[in-house]
């Protein structure tokens, strides 16, 4: 009777755990790799499934200059634009870090780490790219 | 001298007809599947890509699966699973489509205007045709188009035991926002 008591006890803890689970900082999460902006690009462009299976849902460090800020109501994405076709990494930031995004300027040399999501080639802008999300300067 | 000038006509034209079509890299799509039982499985994802063809209305977007953030990563797991959206082989939800009313909208005219859009939504693999409302919001020079509409999952293939016991909606809100 009491090990079932326990048992339920400790069901309800796990599933309450699970229930209150929050992704952490990126700005304390270490990261899986470094990378420089031009150079991830291309290893998109050349092998885009090579590059996805090495950088998909990894937390990358990526070194660039600002190419474009894009700001909405509760957005602000930071681009890094290869100028010779098009291609691009668009990071989307956390909450806490959108300020960092909105100072900003196109031209500045930053460090951001985030969540690599996906790299594919865009019908709409006929051009590759890839996105993240979750990210903040890296300090 | 007429060369010139049908050269600088032609420059002209391509100039008109470059700028009638808009694109964004940072549209907004919102996925809300909360139930009363769950308020956990709502993801946005601001890196979508949006066109729009002033012109003839054509619309589109493309939305990287695994860029729909959740609060919970556990969730955030499930929802790109084989047995979910199964992101590794579906990476992209995509829609084209038309605002059927297009000439009711004046670009270049600040207003708020109610459109209709009609298209095809592929999600998971599977192409659905679908129909809704929106609004197009035309504010000193800019364009942001905004709708909002369920659809229901198993339309897509997309099915599990979490819809089943009432913790995801079967049939979630998708609100999408773009400013061009």
């Known amino acids: 009777m009491i090990a079932i008591f326990v048992l339920l006890l400790a069901g309800g803890a796990v599933i309450w755990w699970l229930f209150t689970l929050k992704y952490e900082d990126t700005a304390d999460v270490k990261a899986d790799h470094t990378v420089n902006a ?26 660039g200059t600002v190419s474009k800020i894009e700001m909405a109501d509760t957005t602000a994405n930071i681009k890094m634009i290869d100028t010779t076709n098009g291609a691009y990494i668009i990071f989307a930031f956390q909450q806490q870090h959108l300020d960092e995004a909105k100072q900003m300027k196109e031209g500045d040399k930053v460090s951001i780490k985030g969540s690599c999501s996906n790299g ?4 709409i802008l006929e051009t590759e790219y890839i996105t993240f999300k979750r990210c903040a300067v890296n300090k | 001298m007429k060369k010139t000038i049908l050269s600088l006509a032609l420059v002209l034209a391509a ?37 729009l063809d002033t012109k003839t209305g054509k619309i589109a977007f493309e939305a990287t699966v695994k860029s729909f953030t959740f609060s919970n990563p556990k969730i955030q797991e499930h929802f790109n699973t084989a047995g979910w959206m199964d992101s590794e082989k579906f990476p992209t939800a995509i829609f084209a489509g038309t605002i059927t009313n297009v000439k009711d909208v004046k670009f270049n005219k600040d207003g708020v205007y109610n459109v209709t859009v009609k298209g095809d939504l592929t999600i998971h693999g599977v192409t659905k045709p679908i129909e809704t409302t929106g609004t197009v919001t035309v504010s000193g020079g800019s364009i942001k188009t905004t709708s909002n509409f369920s659809i229901k999952l198993e339309d897509y293939a997309v099915s599990g035991g979490a819809i089943g016991a009432g913790k995801v909606s079967k049939e979630p809100t998708i609100t999408v926002t773009a400013e061009f």
């Open chain 2, 15 to 51: 100039g008109l007809l470059f700028a009638q079509k808009k694109t964004t890299t940072s549209a907004i799509i919102n996925f809300d599947a909360t139930t009363s039982l769950d308020k956990l499985p709502k993801a946005d994802n601001k890196t979508v890509i949006a066109s």
């Open chain 1, 38 to 63: 031009m150079d991830f690009i291309k290893e998109f462009k050349q092998d885009m499934a090579a590059a996805n299976k090495k950088y998909s849902e990894k937390i990358i460090v990526v070194n």
């Open chain 1, 120 to 123: 594919a080639f865009s019908s």
